[in-house]
């Protein structure tokens, strides 16, 4: 295991002084990097993460130790990123949000922890208060439990249901899955999410997947799959390059 060497993601100007002392001393984070997920790993054009914490980021390889601090009084989404070679467009985060989602001294990154931290991003924006308020480890305990991928709800949704004391754990009930039939792929694709399965095409360029309703991506080195499946099951794709 190589331990990277340790980070603050905390600016000089956010560190409030009192008397000398910090009115909320940092405290020290440490993590593990976690392999890539077995779909992204096997396609052989994703490599390694890259870590992002209060507008720092570091490079890591599976298994790096880093430790870094931050502010005791904050609610401190992180995030866990890959990236396609040849692809400019985002990957779906691992992630978690500290300091909820300890375990054994050490921050727990998943596919679960990344849509929460997401969530907790989003409503931070908005309301940085009430993300303090929210119980971040449970919600991403119910999201890994009831969903098998948490990206096939939309985040932004679940931070407008947060915002509005409308959210209930059943807003997490897995959605209807429709199958999608691609043809003529040029190549193996893999899931914008971690949690999701890779496409791959038959001799002829044939694929299938059963996918949410919403817009979901695939993406290749060069090619990027976007589909929108409507709420009956229709669907339509499309092919780009980004």
Known sequence: ???????????????????????????????????????????????GWSLEAAGFRIRLAPDDCVEFEAGAGDVLPVFLRAAVAGNPLPLKPLGSVWPHCIAGGTLQLSAAGGWAASVCAILA???????????????????SSRLPDPWALEPGLVAARLADGAFRVTDLSAPELFPVAFADLPGAFIDE????????PDAGGRAMAHLAPGVRRFLAPGYALEVSVDADGSFTTCLSVP
């Open 193 to 200: 999410s971690p949690a999701g399965a890779s496409l791959a």
């Open 1 to 47: 295991m190589r331990r990277v060497e340790r980070f603050s993601p905390l600016p000089i100007a956010a560190c409030a002084v009192l008397a000398g002392c910090l009115l909320f001393p940092p405290e020290r984070v440490a993590l593990v990097a976690p392999p890539l997920p077995g779909t992204w790993a096997a396609c052989g054009f994703v490599s």
């Open 125 to 143: 924006s908005r309301d940085a208060r009430l993300a303090a308020s929210v119980d971040w480890a449970r919600l991403e305990r119910e999201a």
